[in-house]
């Protein structure tokens, strides 16, 4: 039996009847499998056991879930982020198909609020139409998660903030930046840094980015010939003599730093690194990036690190903010504070 974080024990009872006023208000926690070790890090960190969902796969691959208790009036977050996770034996799909079942029963199980918690919204690559006859797939996902029964989504650094507006639900729509930040600041301190957006759509990302660490920015031109193909063009900015900090949302097959990273250096820096909210690390994405010049790369632990990751990938935990987002969603609190202000910044 999982232990439910409630809002009761402080209220009074309601004069003439046994219902204390705060009665609804139970906060529950459950994980997906693509998303089991987050989870467990951000229950831990409220305290709470996470409701068991039963989940498993049968002969045929299809997917099943079943809560282990009521979730009867809860608020219900679900954890899972829409991607693979090979410990599991679960690609993105298995787990977009898993997240929506979980929140189907939720919804059939009379949970009072259900909050999908996607830290990477899968798909979200494909958020419009590049060219014709192409789905517009980030979209559908929403449309899917909505009809599923979500109320509301949280999730983090989007591959384009637009997104949100494929909801008709509030989104929460949070940011890793200040972990990214706050690293670089304490293990590049001292370094004469230049910040790289490897494509137009980070330039704001990037400039807040470069304004928190107080380094200057540049800009790099980047072309997708083919799908999965990254060509870099030139620098706009000076990097000569700098050590460069690229910043991304994603690092897929490792192909757009790769790329990057042999260009800031062409261009006269001394070193480079990446920092990327999303490490999904795709194929040969290890590969890519060991032969590649980058001296580190830090990502979070939005999705679970494949398994062979090399030495110069460090992983940052995201739980603190998630957890703090979750408690706050919970007590009807500022969101916004998480970021003092700062996350229209990112
Ligand atoms: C692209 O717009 C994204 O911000 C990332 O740069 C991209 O998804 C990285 O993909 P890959 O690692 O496969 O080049």
């Known amino acids: 039996m999982s232990k439910a974080l409630d809002t009761a024990t402080a209220a009074a009872a309601v004069p003439g009847t046994s219902i204390s006023a705060g009665y609804e208000k139970r906060l529950m926690v459950t994980a997906g499998r693509a998303s089991l070790e987050l989870g467990s890090k951000i229950t831990s960190r409220l305290g709470l056991e996470p409701v068991v969902a039963g989940l498993k796969t049968f002969a045929d691959g299809e997917v099943y879930c ?20 090979e410990r599991e034996g679960l690609t993105p799909n298995d787990a977009l198909m898993e997240l929506l079942l ?4 939720a919804k059939h199980a009379s949970a009072h609020r259900i909050i999908a918690v996607c830290p990477w919204y899968g798909y979200s690559r494909q958020d419009k139409k590049s060219a014709p006859r192409e789905p517009i797939s980030a979209r559908l996902v929403a449309e899917l998660l909505e009809v599923a029964g979500i109320d509301r989504l949280v999730t983090m650094d989007l591959h384009a903030g637009q997104m949100q507006g494929f909801f008709s639900k509030t989104v929460d729509h949070m940011t890793a930046m200040p972990i990214l930040t706050q690293y670089v600041q304490d293990r590049l301190a001292g370094e004469d840094l230049a910040i790289i957006a490897p494509d137009a759509g980070r330039v704001k990302l990037v400039r807040n980015f470069a304004r928190k660490v107080g380094a200057p920015y540049a800009l790099m031109e980047k072309e997708r010939p083919a799908q999965g193909v990254a060509e870099i063009g030139r620098v706009i900015g000076d990097v000569r003599g700098k050590t460069a900090v690229i910043v991304d949302d994603i690092i897929g097959t490792g192909g757009t730093l790769a790329a990057a990273a042999q260009t800031v250096l062409d261009e006269g820096a001394e070193q480079v690194y990446a920092v990327a909210t999303h490490g999904l690390f795709s194929g040969d994405a290890y590969r890519t990036l060991v032969e590649s010049p980058l001296a580190g790369i830090v990502v979070t632990d939005t999705v679970p690190l494949r398994d062979g990751a090399p030495d110069m990938v460090r992983q940052l935990t995201s739980a603190d903010i998630l957890t703090d987002s979750i408690r706050r969603i919970f007590l009807d609190d500022s969101v916004s504070e998480i970021f003092a202000g700062e996350n229209q910044l990112f």
Do not use: N, T
């Open 102 to 105: 979980m929140v189907h029963a």
């Open 66 to 85: 079943r809560y282990g208790e009521s979730i009867r009036g809860a608020d219900l977050f679900i954890i899972q982020s829409i991607c693979a996770s």
